[in-house]
């Protein structure tokens, strides 16, 4: 009976224990099936491994290449838990390659051990489960300080806890891949809006902007063909220019402005921004001195934006000449253009003391084209259009705060660390 | 068609559309006298002041939508509220150049306005619009 008894202990684990061992693998199965990432896997692994044979170590281990990988583990004393081994010299490896468990009860008269590794720690006899038979990725081992045999209930139950493990990592890189994919689709969808906004925008332009003057031409030509009088004649002829000029205007900005907002391979680079708003200001110095503008730059806090390069001149000139077209008559005018970082931004502004905004009123317009052409085309409406597009081609967005005849500031952000 | 149209206004900011229009309208000899306002305020004040004097009062309105200072939108909210001082159905049309479905549903939900007319105003448009009433 003792000896009957004695053997059950060493070679069979007792039908109570193999039903602890079974909750304790259903336990694990619900929590691993609510695991999103591979380290919380191998948290839960390394713990369940080792109680549900009562080892005195557990290891994770991953195969990555010719090597095996001991991403985790959970023992009385460290193993080798961060090290790299190849697959040949490895037990782990050898569980790997020829895709079955081993049992080793005394590992130094294995000689697939590799007993100079092994010396410095407890272990005196394994169990290796490879994780996932048909091709492993990876094993799950078992040490014990005494020489140790475990039994084939013990071992099911750890092939068991490694198979699935196994379909956990494989459901954990599907659920990766579904949110890569997730995520992909949001931000095409965040593209999509936003270029039907755009297009919504130039269909806006086209049916309001480029109408009016149109049926006015379509009405011009009718009366001059039906009356009579060469005077009336020539003065409809002569009403007919401006109209003309302005939609040829209207139609080349148009096009530049579709232009910029398709062209998504535009190259940004990173822009030396005092370099680039000087050479600006020089083309502006006529109208600087005649105005007896003061420019201030303050470019300390960042002096560099991530930009195309013939977009931002633009955008610079666009803003300053703007500030100094709408300046405040009997008042000095004093442009202020800075920059600095914030929360992961870098903002630009330009600032001046002209006529400002009243924003309440024409806020929602601000950066539209204007409707009607009894202005110049080239003085009011399309400069801000252009420029909110190269802004907006560029990933970033700008606005206006105005306190009318104080000042106006225009700013620009743009995300400093995203490189496209 | 009604005997005789005394009046006109018309409320457009675009100041060669209003030149062309009003000659329109002047050779159809169907209208005495044309009056032009730049945006829907001046002609809102104009109709206010007009409450006193009826014979000022236009019969046909045709208005733009897109103006500055005050919108035909505009316009038509506050003609709604002046309107029940004024003893007149002016008759009220929104002249634009886009034919925008988003305004012309807007337009419907203004009980004043009788139609929602597309630019250009040719000669035969602007007798068939009389005609018609």
């Given at each position: 009976?003792n000896t ?11 039908p109570?224990t193999?039903s ?17 990432n591979?380290?919380?896997i ?7 491994a ?6 005195d ?6 195969r990555d ?14 193993l080798?838990?961060g ?13 790997m ?8 009860e005394?590992i ?22 490879p ?15 005494r020489?140790?045999a475990?039994?084939?209930d013990?071992?099911?139950?750890l ?7 196994a ?6 890189n ?12 949001t931000q ?18 086209i049916?309001?902007n480029?109408?009016?003057p ?13 009356t009579?009088d ?5 003065m409809?002829?002569d009403k ?8 040829n ?21 990173e822009?030396?921004i ?5 050479k600006?200001?020089a ?6 001195i ?8 303050d ?14 001149d ?10 100094i077209k ?10 202020t253009?800075?920059?600095y ?13 002209g006529?400002g ?9 601000l ?12 003085s ?11 802004v ?10 105005s ?8 700013t ?9 | 068609?009604?005997n005789?149209i005394?009046k006109l ?5 675009d100041?060669?559309?209003?030149f ?9 000899q ?17 109709l ?7 014979e000022e009062?236009?019969?046909i309105?045709l208005l733009?939508i897109d103006?500055?200072?005050m ?7 506050e003609y709604g509220k002046?309107f ?15 034919n925008?479905?988003?305004d012309?549903?807007r ?6 306005v ?7 105003i ?12």
């Amino acid at each position: 009976m003792n000896t009957e008894g004695a053997m059950v202990s060493t070679n069979k684990i007792s039908p109570n224990t193999y039903s602890v061992g079974m909750n304790k693998l259903v336990l694990a199965v619900q929590e691993l099936s609510l695991a999103r990432n591979l380290d919380t896997i191998m948290l839960i692994v390394r713990r369940v491994a080792r109680e549900l044979t009562g080892a005195d170590g557990a290891t994770f281990v991953l195969r990555d290449g010719e090597y095996c990988f001991y991403a985790e583990e959970d023992a009385i004393s460290p193993l080798w838990k961060g090290s790299k081994f190849p697959l040949k010299t490895c037990i782990s490896g050898w569980a790997m390659l020829n895709k079955q468990s081993v049992v080793i009860e005394d590992i130094y008269v294995d000689d697939r051990i590799p007993h100079d590794t092994y010396r410095p720690t407890f272990v005196k006899s394994l169990a290796m489960v490879p994780i996932r038979t048909i091709s492993p990725i990876g094993a799950i081992g078992n040490y014990w300080a005494r020489n140790h045999a475990p039994s084939n209930d013990e071992l099911l139950l750890l092939q068991s806890l490694a198979d699935i493990t196994a379909v956990s990592i494989e459901n954990v890189n599907m659920y990766n891949q579904l949110e890569d994919k997730l995520a992909e689709r949001t931000q095409m969808l965040a593209q999509l809006t936003d270029q039907k906004q755009q297009l919504e925008e130039f269909c806006q332009i086209i049916a309001h902007n480029m109408r009016a003057p149109l049926s006015n031409l379509l009405l011009l030509g009718d009366m001059i063909k039906e009356t009579p009088d060469m005077d009336d004649k020539l003065m409809f002829l002569d009403k007919q220019k401006p109209v003309i000029d302005y939609l040829n205007d209207m139609f080349d900005n148009l096009v530049d402005a579709i232009q910029v907002r398709m062209d998504f391979s535009v190259d940004k680079e990173e822009i030396d921004i005092e370099q680039n708003v000087l050479k600006t200001l020089a083309l502006l110095q006529g109208e600087i001195i005649e105005c007896g503008a003061v420019v201030n730059c303050d470019f300390s806090e960042a002096n560099t934006i991530l930009f195309s390069p013939t977009y931002f001149d633009s955008v610079i000139f666009n803003l300053v000449s703007n500030a100094i077209k709408f300046r405040l008559p009997g008042t000095q005018p004093e442009i202020t253009i800075k920059t600095y970082k914030k929360d992961g931004f870098t903002y630009l502004e330009v600032e001046d003391n002209g006529l400002g905004i009243d924003l309440d009123k024409n806020g929602g317009n601000l950066f539209k084209l204007r409707k009607t052409f009894h202005n110049h085309p080239n003085s009011k409406g399309f400069g801000l259009f252009i420029t909110k597009g190269h802004v907006e081609a560029m990933g970033g967005k700008i606005w206006a705060t105005s306190e009318p005849g104080i000042r106006t500031v225009f700013t620009i952000q743009i995300n400093s660390n995203v490189i496209q | 068609m009604i005997n005789k149209i005394n009046k006109l206004c018309l409320i457009d900011d675009d100041s060669l559309f209003k030149f062309l229009t009003e000659r329109v309208i002047q050779d159809t000899q169907l209208v005495d006298r044309v009056e032009v306002f730049s945006n829907g305020l001046e002609a809102i004040n104009f109709l206010n002041n007009a409450k006193k004097t009826p014979e000022e009062l236009p019969d046909i309105i045709l208005l733009d939508i897109d103006m500055p200072v005050m919108d035909g939108w505009g316009f038509l909210e506050e003609y709604g509220k002046l309107f029940p001082e004024l003893n007149r159905n002016i008759i009220t049309y929104i002249v634009s150049s886009s034919n925008d479905p988003a305004d012309i549903k807007r337009s419907k939900g203004f009980v004043h306005v009788k139609d929602f007319i597309i630019k250009p105003i040719t000669k035969q448009k602007f007798i068939d619009m009389v005609m018609a009433l």
